[in-house]
């Protein structure tokens, strides 16, 4: 009797050959469970130790995801995480002994559907920003505008792509604007910009609504942040089984 309390063993043969809708449903219910364990206990970090979700850079592949179904450890056989960026379920106050916990950005992907809603609610931020705001370290924006606003319109954002855009036409327009402006008042205002009212050529400056035309629309983090460094996939989960799949193959 105590045996059918314990989760039934997963082999791979064993829903090959079943009825495989009778054992996946049974392995989606033990992945559910596992991720509204792993939420209620991150729930529980949140609320009562009061600690804060926090974007980081990762610098090293040192810190572990605390995922108890973390993908990526399944198939690298390591919790380290060797991303660009992490996670950390930070203690702020200092007041425990754990002050760090860590997991993959598409591993609370799958623990929370809408990372949005936490940074909605203040649960959710960016390291950095204006907390750091000191005479020590004075840096406004830590992150690509992608990603800062991202957390600015709660877990909506625009295309990677047109951020880049408009700032690389904005500097050429700048450079561009300054260096002929200078050639205008060396020409006609012999130097002096006193008794220039704008009569000179100066090309349009490009305008961030010609860019960004439409509201931002809801996006994954794990896609902006892939997007922003320019890999496929942020955690790699997809690269790593496709390179799994194809060591199968070439071994048939
Ligand atoms: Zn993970
Ligand atoms: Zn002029």
């Not at 559910?32 to 979700?53: A, G, P, W, Y």
């Not at 179904?69 to 960026?85: D, H, M, Q, W, Y």
């Not at 916990?101 to 992907?109: D, F, N, P, R, W």
Request: charged share 30%.
């Amino acid at each position: 009797m105590t045996s059918q309390k314990r989760p039934a063993t997963l082999l791979p043969e064993t829903y090959i050959d079943d009825h495989s809708d009778e054992t996946n449903t049974e392995w989606e219910k033990i992945t559910q469970d596992s991720v509204v364990f792993e939420r209620e206990c991150i729930e529980d970090d949140l609320t009562e130790q009061k600690r804060v979700i926090l974007l980081q850079e990762n610098p090293s592949s040192r810190s572990h995801c605390r995922y108890w179904s973390c993908v990526p450890t399944k198939l690298n056989g390591e919790p380290n995480i060797r991303s660009a960026f992490r996670f950390n379920l930070k203690d702020v106050s200092g007041r425990y002994y754990e002050p760090n916990q860590y997991y993959h950005v598409s591993c609370l992907e799958q623990i929370y559907p809408d990372l949005g809603a936490l940074v909605e609610r203040g649960a959710m931020k960016m390291e950095g920003g204006v907390n750091h705001l000191n005479s020590a370290s004075w840096k406004l924006s830590r992150f690509h505008n992608a990603i800062e606003d991202w957390f600015r319109y709660n877990g909506r954002t625009f295309e990677v792509k047109a951020y880049d855009r408009f700032q690389r036409e904005h500097a050429n327009w700048d450079r561009k604007a300054s260096t002929m402006e200078i050639k205008h008042q060396l020409n006609t205002h012999g130097g002096s910009s006193k008794n220039c009212e704008k009569c000179g050529e100066i090309p349009d400056e490009p305008l961030r609504r010609d860019y960004f035309p439409e509201e931002p629309r809801s996006k994954l983090l794990s896609e902006v942040l892939a997007s922003v460094i320019g890999v496929p996939n942020l955690d790699e989960v997809d690269g790593s089984l496709n390179t799994h799949c194809g060591k199968k193959i070439r071994r048939r």
